[in-house]
């Protein structure tokens, strides 16, 4: 899950989390304070079924939720 490519600089202030685990996401927002801000991926052609989720993480809080995620996934 922490690989690089799915962690990105978003803003100056926040980085965004790629998701694929709904469980290991829910951890990750209640263990570090996010809120619900992130944005939700689909399967193909239908809007009833998501597959993957991106967070934001502000800079503050990035190595733990990386040191986190490494011992978690």
């Known amino acids: ?24 996401l829910e951890q990750t927002k209640i263990k570090f304070d996010l809120d619900d801000s992130m944005t939700i991926y689909y399967e ?10 991106d967070i934001l993480v502000p800079n503050d809080k990035v190595e733990k939720v990386k040191k986190f995620l490494k011992d978690n996934t």
């Open 1 to 24: 899950m922490a690989k690089q490519e799915n962690i990105w600089k978003f803003n100056d202030h926040e980085w965004k989390f790629h998701f694929t685990d709904r469980d290991i």
């Open 44 to 53: 193909s052609g239908s809007l009833s079924k998501e597959t993957s989720w």
